[in-house]
């Protein structure tokens, strides 16, 4: 008999039970079985259908989408939500390409995802950056100030909007309130990619949400941090800057015409959850995370990035279901490794300081237990006489200024040829370099190659990190503008 690759990996892994601290938000869906309609799970393949009679249809929802959608748009505070079968991605070149116009600048943050200068591309926008603040030893994103934002409105004309990550990955974020103002009164409309903070709304200690900051609309992965599947995800809209008609009109561009309803059930059943239990949800996980944060101040070597960071670099507060670990004398890299190899735990990424773990209100205290324990014998193993860690990175790692000398809309129809990547400091990139996860291009089509972005690359392919963009998947080579 033929097999079905896919699938028996799948199996494979499954069946090996590995803790997460990754994403997808529902952890393997154990948490289904905890609410009604748990049964649904089961029975996937009879919920995959399409518009007939009594089904409705995402494009023009009128009945049952339209009902769960303005549930969503109930529990998240919004005028208007939108469900997303094509993620997060969808929904950010949708709003984009509602709130400007070909030509327009927009103001970005240079953290951002690739997904909105995919946007630019499409949209013929020219991006502008807000650099975030560094925490040079993590090597980890802080927050941007608002006076930086101030500053780049006041110095470009053509802005026809401002977009912000917020939170970062890590889990940061920057004082959104001060920014809204700063944006509104410059007259211009703020986007809010939100994909790491659909769950900020169900705790005052998390950071505020963006909608309750006043943004105008705001795009959030459900699957990363909520219950849904892996690609469903959620726009919402206040406010009258925004077009809704425009909007309407990209979002049927963007997304299929035939929009899974596997990823519609999920959604769903994420807004069901998150109405019903999601702040007792929460409540348990702060109860996990403080009495781990406590257990692992006795693990030798540990650095827990915290709320020690808020009020400087630019970070208004911390989301603190991220949780960002370093242990002296291992690399991050090394560290999630181990993680897996011998402990059957997976986090979400790493970096050469250390390791991310993603937690969701489906994560259980027997998960931490096990990731304390990977942590303390590798770091006794790792001994107390810690080395310092070598590599070709200088000790305090920021993130690199380039220069733009093309739009990526230009650089993507510039003649190109192939050059060695290693050879290709100065030249002007006619492609991505990307670090996977978090998906933040380190190189942007259009920009030039430093020495300081060559030697993080090579960082991070030295340490068998991930780097995509390139078409050349070994990044060997790469595509330079001739
Ligand atoms: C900050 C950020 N924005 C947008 C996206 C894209 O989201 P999706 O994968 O749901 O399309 C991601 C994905 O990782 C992300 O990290």
Redesign the pocket.
């Known amino acids: 008999m033929d097999n079905a690759p896919i699938i028996d990996k799948l199996l494979q892994l499954n069946r090996q039970n590995m803790v997460s601290f990754h994403?997808p938000g529902h952890k393997n869906g154990r948490i289904y079985n905890k609410f009604p309609y748990k049964n649904f799970k089961d029975i996937l393949y009879k919920l995959d259908t399409t518009e007939i009679p009594g089904t409705d249809n995402l494009h023009n929802a009128r009945e049952i989408i339209e009902k769960s959608q303005q549930k969503a748009s109930e529990a998240f505070g919004s005028e208007e939500t939108f469900f997303?079968v094509?993620?997060?991605?969808?929904?950010?070149y949708s709003m984009i390409m509602s709130a400007t116009s070909p030509g327009d600048k927009i103001l970005v943050d240079r953290n951002?995802?690739q997904?909105?200068i995919n946007a630019c591309i499409l949209g013929d926008l020219v991006p502008i950056y807000v650099y975030p603040n560094m925490d040079e030893k993590r090597g980890i994103a802080m927050g941007i100030l608002p006076d930086d934002v101030e500053k780049q409105l006041a110095r470009h004309s053509g802005i026809g909007a401002v977009l912000l990550?917020y939170p970062?990955?890590h889990g940061v974020a920057s004082n959104l309130k001060k920014i809204e103002e700063i944006v509104h009164k410059y007259d211009k409309i703020l986007l809010i990619?939100e994909?790491?903070g659909a769950h900020l709304g169900l705790s005052e200690d998390l950071p505020p949400s963006a909608l309750s900051c006043g943004v105008d609309a705001v795009?959030q992965?459900t699957?990363?941090t909520l219950l849904s599947f892996?690609?469903s995800?959620m726009l919402h809209i206040q406010g009258d800057r925004i077009d809704r008609d425009r909007l309407k009109f990209m979002l049927r561009i963007h997304q299929s015409s035939s929009p899974s309803y596997l990823l519609l059930v999920s959604l769903d059943f994420a807004v069901m959850v998150y109405r019903t239990e999601g702040r007792n949800l929460m409540e348990s996980l702060f109860e996990n995370i403080k009495n781990f944060k406590q257990r692992i101040k006795d693990i030798d070597g540990i650095d827990v990035m915290g709320e020690e960071m808020i009020g400087n670099k630019g970070v208004e507060s911390i989301d603190i279901t991220r949780m960002c670990i370093g242990l002296e004398g291992i690399t991050g890299y090394e560290l999630e490794r181990r993680l897996r190899k011998d402990f059957n735990i997976q986090m979400e990424l790493s970096n050469r300081y250390g390791v991310l773990g993603v937690t969701s209100i489906a994560n259980v205290g027997e998960d931490f237990d096990k990731l304390l324990e990977g942590l303390s014998i590798i770091s006794e193993e790792t001994g107390v006489s810690r080395a310092k860690l070598s590599g070709n990175l200088p000790e305090n790692f920021t993130f690199r200024k380039v220069e733009q000398i093309f739009t990526p809309r230009e650089a993507l129809y510039k003649n190109k040829r192939k050059i060695l990547f290693r050879k290709s400091q100065g030249f002007i990139s006619g492609e991505y370099i990307i670090s996977y996860?978090?998906?933040?291009p380190l190189i942007i089509p259009g920009e030039k190659i430093n020495a300081e972005v060559m030697l993080q690359v090579m960082d991070i392919i030295d340490n068998g990190g991930g780097i995509l963009g390139l078409n050349d998947g070994n990044c060997k080579w790469i595509e330079i503008i001739t």
């Open positions: 994403v997303l094509n993620g997060s991605t969808s929904g950010i951002c995802h997904a909105v990550t970062n990955y990619d994909a790491h795009v992965s699957h990363k892996t690609q995800s996860p978090p998906g933040v």
